[in-house]
């Protein structure tokens, strides 16, 4: 984890207060801290860094958790790596779907945040448009995957053919993508582990629908932008589940109150401040489709339709 990061970092479990965190440094090069830990220094817990990652999501902490989530599968990170990066691997079906929502973003100086990251391809886009940009995660398959890219500028990846055979293809970053400003940390989107008011640009795209309590990730994205100067991208498919959350917490989807009807208006109200929630208010500069595709295998592709919204405050 690039040092720089140190100073934006609270403890994440000890949410609403927000307690600095310390470090202490193992082994570290260039300003890249490769093993180490990020001690609370209210509630004592200790986060490390192995490998260059910083773990910060308090539930990663936890031995002998749950089940593995499904994006920590081969089959899984194949698809998104193909999602994310299909067109620098000239593939000619690839999505344009990353670089047409980088278009809805304006150049802003300051932090990004990507939010449910994945492989990290849009925190790359982000970083285009801003000072430095971080990607974060609660899958580690896909952090180390976006941190390999980062540092090593290529990545061998194998794509699912067909049952289980694969084709390995070799990635290589664009020379203009600057890997001095992106990082990549496991963390969850219901409990960021950075200061308020630390972002002047975010996106939370096609995430919503694959938490828990969707909500918490709203309020969660409004507490880390700045008050003024900030642009907030949000997209999602809303695939409402209830596998993943409970009816009486989608935004949408559903007759129940308090959020009946449908998601993206749901979403408008909040950020707008027409429902409370999310101030001060967000002022909504575009609205509309992306077609995203994903591939599972070489023929088969799923193709979902994000509802993006553009705000800015
Ligand atoms: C449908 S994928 C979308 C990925 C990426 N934003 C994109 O549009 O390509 C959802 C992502 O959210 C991540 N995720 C799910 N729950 C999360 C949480 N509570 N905190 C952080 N990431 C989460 C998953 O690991 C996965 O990478």
Not at 166 to 183: F, G, H, I, M, R
Not at 207 to 222: G, T
Not at 242 to 261: A, Q
Request: aromatic share 10%; proline share 4%.
């Amino acid at each position: 984890m690039k040092k720089l990061l140190i100073e934006m970092l609270i403890c994440p479990a000890c949410l609403p207060d927000e307690n600095r965190l310390t470090s202490k440094i193992i082994k570290e090069q260039d300003e890249d801290i490769f093993s180490g830990s990020l001690t609370c220094r209210r509630c004592g817990k200790v986060y490390p860094i192995r490998n260059g990652i910083a773990f910060l999501d308090p539930a990663s902490l936890q031995k002998g958790k749950k089940t593995k989530s499904k994006y920590e599968t081969a089959p899984v990170l194949s698809s998104y790596m193909w999602s994310h990066y299909g067109d620098l691997l000239n593939d000619s079906n690839a999505s344009s779907a990353y670089t047409e929502w980088a278009d809805l973003m304006y150049r802003n100086s300051g932090l990004a945040l990507d939010a449910g990251s994945a492989a990290g391809r849009f925190t790359f886009e982000m970083s285009k448009k801003s000072d430095f940009a971080i990607g974060v995660d609660n899958s580690l398959s896909f952090i180390q995957s976006a941190r390999e890219l980062m540092i090593n500028r290529r990545m061998k990846i194998d794509l699912l053919q067909e049952g289980v055979l694969t084709k390995q293809n070799t990635l290589y970053l664009p020379e203009a993508w600057d890997s001095d400003k992106v990082e990549f940390i496991v963390g969850d989107a219901l409990a960021l582990p950075f200061r308020s008011k630390a972002f002047s640009s975010l996106a939370s795209l096609n995430l919503i629908d694959k938490v828990p309590i969707p909500i918490k990730h709203l309020k969660e994205m409004n507490r880390v932008a700045k008050e003024k100067d900030a642009q907030f991208l949000f997209s999602d498919p809303f695939s409402w589940s209830k596998e993943i959350s409970n009816e009486e917490d989608w935004l949408g989807g559903t007759d129940r109150e308090p959020y009946s009807g449908r998601g993206i208006k749901n979403i408008m109200a909040l950020l707008k401040g027409e429902r409370k929630g999310l101030l001060p208010e967000w002022r909504i500069e575009k609205q509309g489709n992306i077609w995203w595709k994903i591939r599972t295998h070489s023929n088969h592709f799923e193709l979902i339709r994000s509802c993006f919204v553009k705000a800015h405050r």
